[in-house]
């Protein structure tokens, strides 16, 4: 629930900055849409990576 709250309240602060930018609610409902699916696709591609690094794990 806390993630879900928290994806909400991205898309929603990023909506309002799009609209304050362009004017427009679709347009900053599509840049905030946008961002989600980046920010997802680069957390799934950072956790890999992350995941991928021996350093820093005990032995």
Do not use: C, H, Q
């Not at 699916?37 to 890999?48: H, K, N, P, Q, T």
């Amino acid at each position: 629930m806390k993630s879900l709250l928290w994806t909400l309240i991205g898309l929603v602060t990023m909506g309002l900055v799009g609209f304050a930018f362009t004017g427009s609610l679709a347009s900053g409902g599509g840049m905030a849409a946008i961002n989600a699916l980046i920010g997802l696709a680069m957390y799934a591609l950072y956790e890999r990576l992350w995941a991928a690094i021996p350093w820093g794990r005990d032995a």
